[in-house]
């Protein structure tokens, strides 16, 4: 079975400071890993998509990047804003078995960004 | 553009009654998705479908759970008996197709089962 982990369920920084958060997965077949940000009461946005051919992508103040031999990928948060504070989720693409890919999630992190 | 829409946003029932949820994607969006999300838990699929066709409902409850999209358009999702497990919020999310385009998720529906 496909898991996907994520460390530390929860952080809590001040404002300013630069913040790596974590995930893995159990399989090295994985097609593209997407990491992606969920408001209280609202559904997932997209963060970044990362190919299974690349190492790493970058969005504004957001670095992810992944180690397929190591089954990791991390998300970096430059210069933490309040703003930033919300659960986010990796999610990998992987062969379901079942003859399709599916998007496995990890539980997620939750980030609070203290002003 | 618009975004995924989802109704009802809440939902609460007794167990064993029937429910039914209703999700319009992104216009042009081939491939839509149908995830549950317990508290404290990532998504769950349930059911993966590309234009009207059924990808993959491995993980679908098939003797209480049920889902259509008729015309490769809008999506029902139905829960026929609830029970207190189903407790969740329900996702909807639609993409273009291709494996490397990203989910655009709905607001999801919260149903409380009692």
């Known amino acids: 079975k496909q898991e996907v982990t994520q460390i530390p369920a929860a952080l809590s920084v001040p404002e300013g400071e630069n913040l790596v958060l974590n995930c893995s997965f159990t399989d090295s077949a994985i097609y593209n890993l997407q990491w992606f940000r969920q408001d209280p009461g609202k559904g997932l946005t997209s963060l970044l998509l990362i190919q299974s051919s690349q190492r790493e992508q970058t969005s504004g103040r957001l670095n992810a990047s992944l180690d397929k031999s190591s089954g990791r990928s991390t998300l970096y948060i430059a210069a933490s804003q309040p703003g930033d504070s919300a659960t986010y989720l990796c999610a990998a693409l992987l062969w379901s078995g079942a003859g399709s890919y599916q998007l496995t999630f990890g539980k997620g992190t939750k980030l609070s960004v203290i002003p | 553009e618009a975004g995924v829409a989802q109704s009802p946003r809440y939902k609460i029932i007794e167990k064993r009654q029937s429910v039914a949820f209703w999700c319009n994607p992104i216009s042009g969006h081939a491939t839509l998705y149908w995830y549950q999300q317990i508290l404290g838990q990532g998504p769950k699929l349930l059911i993966q479908f590309q234009n009207n066709g059924v990808v993959d409902d491995s993980q679908l409850p098939k003797d209480r759970f049920s889902a259509e999209r008729l015309k490769g358009v809008d999506s029902t999702l139905k829960i026929q008996p609830a029970k207190l497990e189903d407790s969740a919020v329900y996702l909807c999310?639609?993409?273009?197709?291709?494996?490397?385009?990203?989910?655009?998720f709905g607001n999801g529906t919260r149903l409380t089962v009692t």
């Open positions: 999310a639609s993409s273009p197709g291709a494996r490397d385009s990203p989910l655009h």
